[in-house]
């Protein structure tokens, strides 16, 4: 997921995170703050946030890259 993410290639992290579902495996916060963090570096804040409420359990890290993707934003409502 981080060799995808770090080269931008956000639809193959998706895939992965399907298979990684498919399979049985429950992706952990890792999993998916990696792809989060792709998708704000990206500008796809909007679809972070959407990301964010299909985990389990958000932690700290997740909640730390969407502050700061939107403070980049100038969305200080939602940050």
């Keep these: ?9 956000i639809g193959e992290g998706f895939k992965l ?11 952990n916060a890792v999993i998916y703050n990696t792809l989060l963090h792709a998708l704000c570096r990206n500008g796809k804040v909007g679809r972070a946030r959407s990301l964010m409420n299909e985990m389990v359990e958000p932690n700290d890290v997740t909640f730390n890259i969407l502050i700061s993707a939107y403070c980049k934003e100038e969305n200080l409502v939602q940050a």
């Design 17 to 27: 995170l399907q298979l990684i579902k498919s399979n049985g495996v429950t992706p």
């Design 1 to 9: 997921m981080k060799g995808l993410c770090l080269t931008n290639r």
